[in-house]
């Protein structure tokens, strides 16, 4: 099983999502069932109201599902196209301080890559993150839709 590492990642992050790496935006931890991704409210990456920009935040969500998607693409032996197709989002409270964005979908990850090889048109799937503040308390709320389609072989 090729699990990616969150080295492997945050050194991508440099190279190929500048904007996500100068603004803080971090993996944490990765297996095959969740992903968790931090970020800090800095300078950086506050809106006018001295909160975390919910741009920000959404990076950071996007990043923690998107990671589980890429892994179950990397684990099979097919050429697979993966894209996000659509994102809802909830702001409960101000992000201030450091936010941790955890999507504990990796198992339906999983089950729409594997189910793309069987369905010729592909498959979508929701994947739901959750940001939360170091008191434990939800900032924000997030459905990530993707989409995943298995590539013709020559």
């Not at 945050?10 to 603004?23: G, R, T, V």
């Not at 990456?45 to 923690?64: D, I």
Request: aromatic fraction near 10%; proline fraction near 3%.
């Amino acid at each position: 099983m090729k699990l990616v590492t969150p080295f492997q990642v945050n050194s991508f992050m440099l190279l190929k999502l500048p904007a996500a790496f100068i603004c803080g935006v971090r993996l944490k931890a990765i297996d095959q069932h969740k992903a968790c991704v931090s970020v800090r409210h800095r300078w950086i990456n506050q809106n006018p109201f001295r909160s975390m920009f919910w741009a920000v935040q959404g990076m950071a969500a996007e990043l923690a599902c998107g990671m589980l998607v890429m892994q179950a693409v990397r684990q099979q032996n097919h050429s697979i196209s993966m894209l996000l197709v659509g994102t809802r989002a909830t702001f409960i409270k101000k992000a201030r301080g450091r936010i941790e964005f955890v999507c504990q979908d990796g198992l339906a990850a999983q089950g729409g890559v594997e189910d793309c090889l069987v369905n010729t048109d592909g498959v979508q799937f929701d994947l739901f993150v959750t940001g939360r503040d170091a008191q434990g308390e939800i900032v924000s709320e997030f459905v990530f839709n993707w989409s995943v389609k298995a590539r013709m072989k020559p």
